[in-house]
Every structure is written in structure tokens, then in C-alpha cells.
């Protein structure tokens, strides 16, 4: 049997991968591993407003009840948020229920621990091994109860303006959120923070979530802040964990550039610990030649948030993030916040009066081509032609490029990505090595 958790929790179709009956089992197993401390645990969770996160939600909920929690409902906010208010609850664990920046049709559940942290590897694994071997569940006045949260949104928005490190004053900005779960707490932070704010694609109805608007289509963003004259654009996914950024000639700025930003913004302040910039090892050959110019180190994990988390943890660091636009504060958040993100972007071009275009030119990425391969077994690229390929490219490549091969974390696909200093270079190599990738036989 395959593994249950991908890269960012469970994942699928909901009502077909995602079902309810699978919710209830599996938040029933996670109150064994999660909330194992003998006494009755607390759990927080919550959801974004695409349509199926009511039917999952409801269902998660019965499933930790059922296993004796004491759940509080917190309604439709981000991802973020559900890690920010596990932690200050004291909670055992928290929920949530998104797909992210997936279409409305899927669905997701993921977990963070005591103190809003993402699960690492192991601890996912025993929550799977605990959903094949069920246990009696409590009865009478052992049986959880279920109450909602009073105003959780508004004390998410209350840190998000807390931590922000200056005044937004003077800077109209147009917020994407997506139809998601931060239509009301991104626009209202920026205002509170001093931000004249417009806000689009923010009427979710539980169907248009991530439909052609937000950070993975931000075409409506870019012409929208040139027909606003705004200074800068800002771009959530649906569970507002990442955030992309456009300037104010409707240029994209990706997370390698907004971590670039970031990174000198906080060397300057003494605040980045270690002089040292965490991200995956997507993040643009550009990124690593920017940071290394600027004195500034840069470590690489593997793909995934939680793995540059974990990282930011073991070195003490205090930056972090993925070039897809996950950025992590651990000073001010324990996970991804695109919101938190934005506020810092903006802060900065508000502290420097410098136009976000002329912050992200310290930034000058690398030609990048990706490809997907769809393959029956993801394991090919251990093959020796596929190795050998890679191997000969790099070589072939130098200091001027740069190949990754990896499989994806919940889809049937090798993702093949090369970097050189010429575009049709990159697109050429990429091209041959997806065709060796698709030709190859699994060992």
C-alpha cells in the first residue's frame, strides 16, 4: 500500500480519494498518536470555503470526537492561522482542512503538532499504522464534545499587525486572496497596518476557490494593479500559506525574490540568525548567485515546507522558504504565512521608499525550464540511463547550470528541471532529459 501522506498532508478528489469515512478514521488515529498524553486532549480545526471542506470538516470533527477530543470548530480562516492558534491555545494538535492552491474539486487534511508544527515523516507514519489497527472508543462522558471559537480571525489579524515591523502608510496595494480563506484577514491586516488596500477575487462561494485567480494564475493581479496606478500586488493561494508579489508595472516577483528581499532586509536589521537563507532545492541558480555575492549563505533541502522548516530548527535560522512563494518567519510563525509575508514586503518598500521592482533587481534568475513527465513508477529516475543522463548534463553545464530530477509528492510525475544561462539551452536539455526519463526502464 502506497503511503497516505504526501508532501503537505492527505490529498486527493474529495468525495472520491478524500471521502468522509476516510476523514473520521484518520483524525480518530490521530488523536491516538497526537493526543496520547492521558489527559483529554484539545484540538483545533478549520478549513478553507471550497464547497467539500464542510462535508470533510464535519466529518473530522466526529472523528476526533469520537476518540474523546475536545474540538473547537474555528471556522473558514487560513492555513496559517490554524498553526498560529494551535500553538497559542495550547492545543495537542490542530487541523486543517485545504487542498491549498489545488482546484475546488480536491481536498486535503493536514495535521500540526502541540505548537503549531508541521509533522515530521515519523509521526505521520504512526498515525497511518494506527488506522490499521482500530481500538474500543470511548463511551458516555468519555466522548469528546465539539464548540466553536470565538472570533479566531480577529486574533490571527491582531498578531499579523502586532509583528509588522513599520507603517504600510502610503502604499495602495491590490490583494488576490483567491476566493480563500484570507478574503477578509489579508485585505484587513494590510488596512490596519496602514495600507490603502483593493481587494479582488474576494467573494469565495465555495466554488471558485483558486479558479483562475490567485498565485498560481496572476494575470488578473498584474493587470489589476496596473489599471489601480498600485505601488505593488500581492498574490494568495486558497489556504493563504504562500504568497507571490507583482510590482507596479505588473512584473511578477516569485519567492526567490521576495526571500532575497527578505534576507537583506533582515541581515541589515541583525536579525537574520546565521547570516544564513534556507530554501529547497528548486529555488533558482539566480537566488544561490545573489546570496553568495552578498555574503549571505544559503542551505538547500529537499521540496516541501516542512523540510525547510525542520531545517530552520536544527541551525536556529530565522528565513526560510520555497520559490512557489511558502516563506517562513519562525520568529513571528511556525509555519508558511502569505499574508505575514506580504506585510514584511511591503514594510520594506514602505522603510526604504524603494519601489518593489528596484528591491527584487538584486535578484537576476537563472533561465529556468520545467517539465513533468507522467510515468507508471516514479523510481525510474534511479534507472542507470536516467542517472547517467543527469550526470553527463551537469557536467556538460558547469557553474552555469544546473539539473534537478525529483518525483512529485502526489501526482504520477517526474519533474524535470534545468537552469542554464541561456533559455533555449535549458528548454533543450530539459527536453532531451524528459525524453530519456520517459523512454527509461525501471530496474
Not at 478514521?25 to 467539500?52: C, F, K, M, W, Y
Not at 487560513?78 to 498560529?84: K, L
Request: glycine letters at 10%.
Amino acid at each position: 500500500m502506497s503511503r497516505l501522506f504526501g508532501t503537505d498532508g492527505v490529498r486527493g478528489r474529495a468525495n472520491a480519494d478524500l471521502t468522509p469515512e476516510l476523514a473520521l478514521q484518520l483524525n480518530i488515529a490521530a488523536v491516538r498518536v497526537l493526543g496520547s498524553s492521558g489527559r483529554r486532549p484539545t484540538v483545533v480545526i478549520g478549513r478553507d470555503p471550497r464547497a467539500s471542506g464542510e462535508m470533510l470538516e464535519a466529518a473530522s470533527a466526529a472523528g476526533l470526537a469520537a476518540a474523546g477530543a475536545e474540538v473547537i470548530d474555528l471556522g473558514v480562516l487560513p492555513t496559517p492561522a490554524v498553526a498560529h492558534l494551535t500553538a497559542t491555545t495550547g492545543a495537542a494538535f490542530g487541523v486543517m482542512i485545504s487542498a491549498s492552491h489545488n482546484p475546488m474539486p480536491d481536498n486535503g487534511i493536514k495535521f500540526f503538532a502541540a505548537g503549531g508544527r508541521k509533522l515530521p515523516d515519523e509521526v505521520e507514519d504512526a498515525i497511518e499504522r494506527a488506522m490499521d489497527a482500530p481500538e474500543p472508543l470511548p463511551q458516555g462522558e468519555a466522548v469528546g464534545r465539539i464548540s466553536q471559537a470565538a472570533a479566531p480571525v480577529e486574533a490571527y489579524i491582531e498578531h499579523l499587525v502586532s509583528v509588522c515591523p513599520n507603517s504600510l502608510a502610503g502604499l495602495k496595494v491590490v490583494v488576490d486572496p483567491a476566493n480563500g480563506a484570507a478574503t477578509h484577514a489579508a485585505p484587513e491586516a494590510l488596512r490596519r497596518a496602514g495600507a490603502e488596500v483593493i481587494a479582488i477575487n474576494a467573494a469565495p462561494d465555495g466554488l471558485n476557490i483558486n479558479d483562475d485567480c490567485g498565485s498560481t494564475h496572476i494575470d488578473g493581479l498584474r493587470a489589476a494593479v496596473v489599471e489601480h496606478r498600485a505601488d505593488a500586488g500581492i498574490a494568495l493561494d486558497g489556504d493563504a500559506d504562500r504568497c507571490l508579489a507583482v510590482d507596479a508595472a505588473g512584473e511578477p516577483v516569485d519567492g526567490d525574490a521576495i526571500m532575497a528581499i527578505l534576507a537583506l532586509a533582515m541581515r541589515e536589521a541583525g536579525t537574520l540568525q546565521g547570516e544564513t537563507l534556507v530554501t529547497t532545492v528548486m529555488s533558482n541558480l539566480g537566488l544561490h548567485q545573489a546570496m553568495g555575492e552578498a555574503g549571505i549563505k544559503l542551505e538547500t533541502t529537499k521540496v516541501g515546507d516542512r523540510y525547510v522548516l525542520e531545517r530552520l530548527g536544527e541551525g536556529g535560522f530565522s528565513l526560510g522558504g520555497e520559490q512557489s512563494g511558502h516563506i517562513v518567519l519562525p520568529d513571528h510563525a511556525t509555519t508558511g504565512d502569505g499574508t505575514l509575508t506580504s506585510l514584511m514586503l511591503l514594510a520594506r518598500m514602505a522603510a526604504t521608499g524603494r519601489s518593489l521592482a528596484e528591491l527584487a533587481s538584486v535578484f537576476t534568475p537563472a533561465p529556468q525550464v520545467l517539465i513533468n513527465v507522467r510515468v507508471a513508477d516514479k523510481s525510474v529516475i534511479e534507472s542507470e540511463a536516467v542517472r547517467g543522463a543527469v550526470a553527463e548534463w551537469q557536467r556538460k553545464l558547469g557553474s552555469d547550470g544546473r539539473v534537478l530530477l525529483r518525483p512529485s509528492g502526489t501526482e504520477p510525475l517526474v519533474r524535470v528541471m534545468v537552469e542554464a544561462s541561456e533559455e533555449p539551452v535549458a528548454q533543450s536539455v530539459a527536453a532531451e532529459l524528459a525524453s530519456v526519463v520517459e523512454n527509461a526502464l525501471v530496474a
